[in-house]
């Protein structure tokens, strides 16, 4: 899309603008501090209060890099929500769809969400999640499923299982307990 063109290369001048600032006060850290004051001003909307700390460094680390590297813009449409807000929308999506087993492959009730845990986040635009699906991984940031291209989970170990859609029921993720492949 254009837009999204234009936006990216704005985005990108203005962290190019900003990080003489952002280096003098964060040093080492600046072209990150930069890429992340660029990108709030582009989505301004978004929030990543409440992410789990290595989902929140992974998440920033990745976009950093996919600005400066490849102009590549990855906002957060959704990441940390508390079990109110997650039971509300599965109970919202169950009256939408009229079937439980059919909200599953959408929305997952709070128990089983990766949103309320806090390592869930769903991007935007969809040139920046395919930025993330192709580079996540170095973040240990995967895509989960086949019918949702914003979502993507932090999984610092060993990569998960990639799904069909949320409602499949998840190998189980203690150590151990894993099935035998
Ligand atoms: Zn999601």
Redesign the pocket.
Known sequence: MRRDALYARLTTLLARLLLPVAALRHRRRGRHVAAQWALGLRFPHEDLRGLAPGAHAAFTAARTEALWRDRQLIGLT?GHRDSAVQWRMFLTEIARTGSEAVARQRVLPPAESA?VVGI?M?VRPVEGARWLEAHGWRFGLYRRYDN?W??FEYWPGEPPQRLPHAGVSRPNRAPGRRPAA
């Open positions: 959704s949103h869930a769903d949702e914003w979502h």
